[in-house]
């Protein structure tokens, strides 16, 4: 399996020197940790300290490990430093959580720890570490990589995930406009939108009713986002997902792609007069 998985990112796009994994103590993370190929350092962080001590076990002297709770602005800095520091060409912003119930029901300050982790914190390391990486991928003749996990319920409501699934809405959207603005530097951007997944997500959100029928392995998305970076702006993952939404995420991709192509030409019109 792990050969299969890591074989996703071998063809057009040559492996990243160096990936930064959020959200790495376990899931999809994780997966995306042992997916990655063995040339590839990885930078995994997460808040369990042990779980992530265990995963850097088995990866070996490829991994380091940063203990951060994103919510705290010390700790985030510490993430974004050693990605500047190991000079990661790849970021994978997958760390995201979540709180099932009705909206009045949860205490707000959860409401705003799924903000920070699952908005605040993208955009803050998007910010500062993009800037650096499309300068090193220019200086090697390389393209650099940006992986936002949204999700399937980005493009829907979702009672009881209410908040949730507007945080992902707001991933996505952001990913698809930064990816257009970004368009002509050398580096790729996806957005990940995968259907439901093997993963403690539910029960840690307080769902009670168990995995949901037709849930897909961690290592099935981790594989199948690999595969689509650098050939297309968002990956809708699952069978009745990607059956549901892909046509809307290509539509919406196009959309902004249009977008931009037309204000540049407006700015360019505009400087001439």
Sequence with gaps: MRNRLKDAIHGERPAPKCALITGATGGIGEAFARALPEETHVILTGRDENKLAILRAELGDRAETVVADLTKVG????VIGAAE????????NNAGLGEYGD????DFEKHRTTLRVNIEAVLELTHKL???MIAQAERTDQRAGLINVASSAAFIPVPTLATYAASKAMVLSFTESFAAELADKPIDILASCPG?????FGSRAGFKGGAMPGAMSPDKVASETLSA????TTVVIGPVSAGAFTGVAFARSTF???FMRASQVMERMGNRD
């Design 75 to 78: 700790e985030l800095d510490q």
């Design 85 to 92: 520091a190991a000079g990661c060409d790849l970021v994978i």
């Design 103 to 106: 909206f009045l029901a949860a």
């Design 130 to 132: 993009v800037p650096g």
């Design 196 to 200: 439901a997944v093997k993963t403690e």
């Design 229 to 232: 970076l650098g050939r297309q």
């Design 256 to 258: 902004g792609q249009m």
